[in-house]
């Protein structure tokens, strides 16, 4: 077991630790001297964490790859309320010293708990159709392992084991609520949507060791992969509607809502347009939720800037409570449309802080399906 954990930061804050990472990003740069150094991101389960090393480089730059887990002695410090780590020392761990459940973020919740949950939603849908889809995905021994493991993203929400089943069970629940208000739904199509739209997840998605795209994923995208699916399923059940199957064609297509965000189509029936928003909602508020436990130990009454929400946060209950009146390292308005900052000679502030970038947005139409990223994925 890792003694040292990325969680940790407050307690270790500017005092040197030895501990164990997973690479979850490599990047050479050059100093302004054009010698190298190293510019990583490291993650364990708790979370993620920029980190230089500008010192000994030439002897580290082949020494390890990207989703390789290497140890680190190095110095915890914060710049621009962030904590960021400088490296001194590192070597690559063998696969004998690894123990990857230190390096995976995984549900708190209880998994057979979500999964008997969700089976408790299917077994409501009255629709005979749609209800012996999704339990023939459900019942689908390798569909089922990985449903109850993937991620629901790389990084932007629900990026931990069963992220996948813990959104879609929020989500049901969710589509459960909102439809008691709006009876024209067809709730058991909402609830088959919600079930299909992300379930590609689990072949877009590689978490064994890290997080990250498969190459299938690259290519294709998770719509395009459901849709795959999809039509494997149904060949399976006699008699399934031909409308029907449109229908949730539509449901899976458009459920990113806007063609920038990568939906070739927009929502085009109250159902669809209800699981983009409801998707949508759940997606942002479990990245608030995420992001506000990851500077839980910060005393300033605003978090460092959300890249996947595009604004910083405010702790509201410590606000409204006046418990925090400490001003945030910058204001929300200048974090509000963060640039590229150049990168800081190690003499002059060798806590340099972490690189800050954005992930491109999507292209309209079926195109944007083979993009790498999405704002909600």
């Not at 696969?95 to 230190?102: K, L």
């Not at 339990?135 to 089922?144: H, L, P």
């Not at 059940?237 to 806007?258: M, Q, V």
């Amino acid at each position: 077991m890792k003694d040292f954990y990325i969680c940790d930061c407050l307690k270790f804050e500017n005092k040197v630790v030895t501990s164990s990472f997973i690479v979850a990003a490599k990047q050479v740069k050059p100093k302004k001297s054009g010698e190298p150094y190293l510019a990583l991101t490291l993650a364990d389960r708790s979370g993620q964490i920029e980190a230089k090393m500008w010192d000994n480089v030439s002897e580290a730059l082949d020494a390890f790859e990207q989703d390789d887990c290497i140890k680190v002695k190095g110095l915890v410090n914060r710049y621009k309320n962030h904590f960021q780590f400088t490296i001194h020392k590192l070597r690559k761990l063998a696969e004998s010293e690894v123990d990857f459940a230190d390096y995976l973020p995984k549900t708190t919740k209880d998994i057979d708990q979500l999964w008997q949950t969700l089976a408790g939603f299917v077994a409501t849908i009255a629709n005979p159709h749609l209800r012996a889809l999704i339990e023939a995905f459900m019942s689908d021994a390798e569909i089922a392992a990985a449903y109850r493991t993937a991620p629901a993203a790389k990084t932007l929400h629900h990026a931990y084991i069963g992220g996948l089943l813990d959104h879609v069970v929020s989500l049901f629940r969710s589509c459960d609520l909102v439809c008691r208000n709006y009876p024209q739904v067809d709730r058991d199509l909402l609830l088959a949507g919600a079930f299909l739209h992300d379930i590609g997840k689990i072949h877009e998605l590689a978490y064994s060791r890290a997080f990250a795209y498969t190459t299938r994923g690259q290519l294709l995208g998770h719509m395009i992969i459901e849709l795959e699916m999809l039509q494997g399923k149904i060949a399976s059940l006699p008699g399934f509607p031909a409308n029907l199957k449109t229908a949730l064609e539509h449901l899976i297509i458009s459920h990113h809502g806007e063609y920038e965000f990568g939906s070739p189509k927009l929502p085009m029936f109250p159902e669809a347009l209800m699981l983009h928003y409801l998707d949508d909602l759940d997606s942002k508020m479990e990245s608030m939720r995420a992001h506000f436990e990851r500077e839980a130990g910060l005393d300033s009454a605003w978090t460092g800037y959300n890249p996947s929400l595009g604004r910083p946060l405010l702790k509201i209950g410590q606000f409204v409570a006046g418990t925090s009146e400490k001003p945030a390292a910058s204001s929300p308005a200048a974090e509000a449309a963060p640039a590229e900052e150049p990168e800081p000679e190690p003499s002059s502030r060798p806590d340099a802080g972490p690189d800050r970038g954005s992930e491109s947005q999507m292209a309209a139409g079926v195109a944007a399906l083979t993009a790498n990223a999405s704002p909600r994925r």
